[in-house]
């Protein structure tokens, strides 16, 4: 089975702190995705790569930015964490198989509050 | 841009009974697919079922079925049987298709909360 890690799941930090959220999956996926989950909005994309050292843009990318060193691993930044920013974080992959359809695996989420 | 909609913020259904979770989306895309993916509390969000557009036939999982309305727009999810432990979050999302970069992104709906009588 795919498995989809994230470092905590829950965190409290301080508003103007550098925060990291961690993302692992052991499945040797292409894809990685960050997304924010907030109630009412449903998900919405921050950030997501398809390569190493590769990123994009998704919807909401403000505030944030990512990394991605190696394949398995790929990690959101707060550069400076703000209360707008506290929120439930889910963290995905999925592999790249041409021409067919490829499923997104999510972590089980990091709930983040930002004080 | 496409967008998802799930215009039922919670549903309640009695164990052992049927119910219908209702999603529309909006495209020009002709080719493209579909997903309702499931958020049990505290727990990960998983995959229920998927629907390629270019097929006809509805996609069945055991107990959950879709009802794909591909000139309506309409992508309705149908649990027979409710168990318990089908209480949970559910997601209806798109994708396009080709998926080469941001094209394979997930768009969302704002979900649908559906809670299990015993």
């Known amino acids: 089975d795919v498995k989809v890690t994230q470092s905590s799941r829950y965190l409290v930090k301080r508003t103007g702190e550098k925060v990291f959220l961690e993302c692992v999956q052991d499945?040797?996926?292409?894809?990685m995705f960050w997304y924010r989950q907030d109630p009412g909005l449903g998900l919405r994309l921050i950030y997501f790569?398809?390569?190493?050292?590769?990123?994009e843009k998704g919807d909401i990318p403000e505030g944030y930015s990512v990394s991605r060193e190696k394949k398995e691993r790929f990690s959101l930044i707060l550069e400076s964490a703000s209360t707008n920013q506290t929120s439930m974080y889910l963290c995905a992959s999925s592999l790249v198989l041409a021409g067919a359809l490829e499923t997104q695996y999510f972590g089980p989420g990091t709930r983040l509050l930002v004080l | 841009a496409q967008t998802v909609t799930q215009s039922q913020p919670e549903m309640s259904v009695q164990e052992a009974e049927t119910v219908t979770l209702s999603c529309t989306y909006d495209?020009?895309?002709?080719?493209?697919?579909l997903f309702w993916y499931k958020q049990p509390p505290s727990r990960q969000m998983i995959l229920v079922i998927r629907q390629e557009a270019y097929k006809q036939q509805n996609a069945t999982e055991n107990r959950f079925s879709v009802n794909f309305q591909k000139a309506a727009k309409s992508f309705s999810l149908k649990i027979s049987d409710s168990q318990l432990g089908d209480a949970a979050m559910y997601f209806c999302a798109y994708r396009s298709w080709p998926f080469g970069g941001s094209q394979g992104n997930l768009i969302f709906g704002k979900g649908t909360k559906l809670s299990v009588k015993p």
């Open positions: 790569s398809y390569d190493v050292k590769m990123k």
């Open positions: 499945m040797d996926h292409e894809n």
């Open positions: 495209t020009s895309e002709s080719d493209y697919y």
